[in-house]
């Protein structure tokens, strides 16, 4: 039987290479990469069974990555693995469509186990983390409303670029498209979200975790 074909995506290159470590025994890995946009272009064309990622990622966050590569390879599954304990966000991710969430300091065999589950189709949640995400789901009365929800992916894209520090002409360049329309959804995206300044904007990133802190 082959085995399950895995794509890692970790910004840090020593998280990164722990985790090929781990793994490579067990599993087919067939590429490790260490930016949003960078996974994009891997899931693609090297159609991996089981994507694992981080959330913080430069040019473009963990979760907006999921959201695309949902559409072009809606066969994928993902798994988040993360520092974020946080249980709203982890609400979003599954709204998002990964299929699993672990955090780092969970056990290596925990994330192997994870791997064969969502491999076969079933979903996991991180036992250090599931009694926090029920008693949420429970008093929420269901999945918590999107953060960020009012912004488009585009926008999305533009406000994590600008909050990293990027120029126009360099957000333009990344997202392929004109300086003027950079600075069309930057204007957008502060009408949206109702701020004056890009240090507002800043803010807003943080909050919703398209960069770390």
């Known amino acids: 039987m082959p085995k399950t074909r895995v794509l890692l995506a970790d910004d840090h290159t020593v998280v990164a290479e722990g985790l090929r470590a781990l793994l490579q025994d067990s599993f087919d890995l067939v590429g490790v990469v260490h930016d949003g946009r960078a996974l994009l272009e891997a899931a693609e064309t090297l159609r991996p069974d089981v ?6 990622m430069p ?3 963990g979760l907006d990555a999921i959201r695309q590569i949902r559409q072009i390879r809606p066969d994928t599954r993902m798994v988040v693995l993360t520092m974020h ?4 966000l982890a ?3 599954f709204r998002a469509g990964v299929s699993g969430y672990l955090l780092k300091i969970s056990p290596g065999e925990e994330l192997i186990q994870a791997i064969h589950e969502v491999a076969q189709g079933r979903s996991y949640v991180t036992t250090l983390l599931a009694k926090d995400l029920i008693t949420v789901l429970i008093e929420a009365g269901g999945p918590a409303k999107e953060a960020g929800s009012s912004l488009t992916a585009r926008q999305r894209e533009v406000l994590q670029l600008v909050a990293e520090g990027r120029t126009m002409k360099e957000v333009a360049a990344i997202l392929n498209i004109s300086p003027r329309t950079a600075e069309s959804h930057k204007y957008d995206i502060m009408q949206a979200l109702g701020v004056q300044t890009t240090a507002e904007l ?8 398209l960069v770390a802190e």
């Not at 994507?51 to 913080?56: A, F, G, M, Y």
């Open 51 to 56: 994507v694992v990622t981080d959330i913080s």
């Open 91 to 93: 609400v979003e991710a």
């Open 59 to 61: 040019l473009l966050n």
């Open 202 to 209: 800043v803010q807003h990133a943080l909050r919703l975790k």
């Open 85 to 88: 304990r946080d249980t709203q």
